[in-house]
């Protein structure tokens, strides 16, 4: 079957796209020397976390819990939650996971930690704990790095707990002086920093430059979008996740409507673009408004303007989002179908 | 069990909010003897179309044809798609669903009717077709009455199309002159227009003051949403639909980071307001980004202000893309769990 027979919206992946944006990745930071913990939250399909895994990653990230039972049960091994885990219930799922598998999870606040450390105890286990670290994001994390080494002095007195490192996100160039000053403030201790992980695909070509990193977390370099593009961080031939669309009403010579609207796409924003999608037959095309599944297309940049009934190839703004919204993703090689995969870790809990 | 022990982030239904929302829509409607027939994309949960039904409905607004199927399946009866429909495959999977429920479709060109037209020759079946027109939205829909008109005979022509009447989405003030005019052309050649079909939530209770309109499609009213609260068609104490979420870092004084993201409450803004949704327990907070497992809370205008770990209840602003971003969604009585409902038409093919 060709994905030209697919009814649309459909979400396709090239396979072969997917597995080189994998492999050279994996090759710069091997060349870095930089592990590479890619995060899984762009695809939430096991099988593309053991290709990542396969290719040489340590391990992968995920961004909850439910997403990392489901890569657990698929037979992935070693799993980071750059995430506050936080409250009985999703603390005693966390033990049942550290039974199976190496996770090791993040901690923000004294709250989080002694959550951790209360639940471990019972387990009879001892949790690796990363301190999260703010460097200018200025959404979670300790603010100082007197803030962190306190935390990570609470971990590392914990019984059950491990100190596992530093976290933060995205790298920038206040990472080396904050992982730095806390390191020398734990080497009074004798407590080493052995991990410093960050992250991010937007600035995924200059991690080596972070003296003090030594792990890389990044998601959406696997399939690709708008937003890498226009970041400089891969060419619109270099992108493996497109949706398929149709185009179901020309109402006027100017104006088009595609079946793909914000329940396919996301109302997420591209980085430096307007609109909500990139169409490859039709780039002087202006997806300008989206409805839940109506995609609204100005046609009066396009020479050429497409007919009733035409499928169309759309970049999306933010992959990880419209992934998120399929049940079935497409894997195909030069437009041959290969594989469905259901998004076995979407829609479930934190 | 009661929702304070739900895991978060969880999509909570009042069920008495939910009910008194069915009722009082119904009655509204009953009173002007205006048909209802609501829109399941809100929900898309089987159990609440027939809460629907069961209240006087005359059928239910499908988006997809996925929604058709999954709904005709729990025993819907009748089911209107105001969306053109084309291609082979979904004709199809059309004709499947005409032979068990009674089905009722849109066109708004040619193309579209013809494909009809081909369809239902070839299933032996009379497919009712309702003609989209445009009366400011600028989306789909025929542009003028004369179109509207010539598209009607087209139908009525077809041998195995029934001309089902009219619709539009929203209505607003050009709809009855466009309506009015339309059937003035089609009497001409004895072509009655039966069912002037129109929608939406925020001007629902102004439905009645469209005198060519027989049916109304409303969808979101029976959640509600920040964006219904700002148009004046409920109150917050109306709303039945709320995501709990938790606190899960503190990491400055005036911000609180919640574990609800754009994959939780999606990125859509609502009607006359800035932010990402309203914190029941703190109305002075302000969501003021999100990112896809996090949402970021300024707290600079809150007096008092939460702690890590508190859990928060939140209004969307967007309810219908909100609920497609959950597996489940869990049915409630003054916060005791009486069902949990999979969203049984999320993530379909079109």
């Known amino acids: 079957m060709r994905i030209d027979q697919l009814e649309s919206p459909a979400a396709v992946v090239d396979l072969d796209r997917l597995s080189a944006n994998i492999n050279r990745l994996q090759l710069y930071l091997d060349e870095h020397k930089l592990a590479n913990r890619p995060h899984i939250k762009t695809h939430k399909i096991p099988e593309i976390a053991h290709m990542q895994v396969d290719a040489g990653a340590v391990g992968i990230t995920c961004q909850k819990l439910g997403e990392a039972e489901v890569m657990a049960r698929s037979g992935i091994k070693d799993i980071f939650l750059p995430y506050n885990l936080l409250g009985a219930a999703k603390l005693e799922r966390l033990m049942h ?20 450390a209360a639940a471990a105890k019972v387990a009879g286990l001892t949790l690796p704990v990363l301190v999260e670290f703010d460097t200018g994001l200025g959404r979670c994390g300790v603010q100082t790095p007197q803030e962190a080494a306190d935390l990570a002095r609470l ?5 059950h707990l491990h100190f596992g490192g530093l976290m933060t996100y995205p790298s920038n160039e206040q990472t080396d002086g904050f992982a730095a000053e806390t390191r020398r403030l734990l080497a009074v201790d004798g407590i080493p920093v052995e991990t ?5 695909s937007p600035a995924l070509w200059q991690a080596h430059t972070h003296a003090e990193v030594t792990e890389h977390r990044a998601g959406t370099y696997v399939y690709g979008d708008r937003s890498l593009i226009n970041s400089g961080i891969m060419g619109q031939e270099e992108v493996a996740f497109h949706v398929i669309a ?5 109402p006027t010579s100017e104006r088009a409507v595609l079946d793909a609207g914000s329940k396919a796409l996301s109302s997420d924003g591209a980085r430096g673009a307007s609109g909500y999608g990139l169409i490859l037959e039709y780039p002087d095309a202006q997806i300008e408004k989206l409805n839940e599944e109506h995609g609204w297309v100005d046609l009066s940049a396009c020479a050429r303007k497409p007919e009733i009934g035409e499928r169309v190839t759309l970049i999306v703004n933010h992959c990880c989002v419209a992934n998120n919204l399929f049940n079935e993703i ?3 090689r030069q437009g041959e179908v290969e594989v469905v995969w259901p998004v076995a870790a979407r829609g479930l809990l934190q």
């Open 246 to 250: 149709t185009v179901v009403s020309r």
């Open 97 to 116: 996971l550290a039974r199976r598998v190496r996770i090791s999870v993040t901690g923000d606040s004294d709250v989080t930690v002694r959550g951790y």
């Open 330 to 332: 497409v894997g195909h």
């Open 155 to 159: 971990i590392a007195r914990s019984t």
């Open 196 to 200: 410093v992980s960050a992250g991010g």
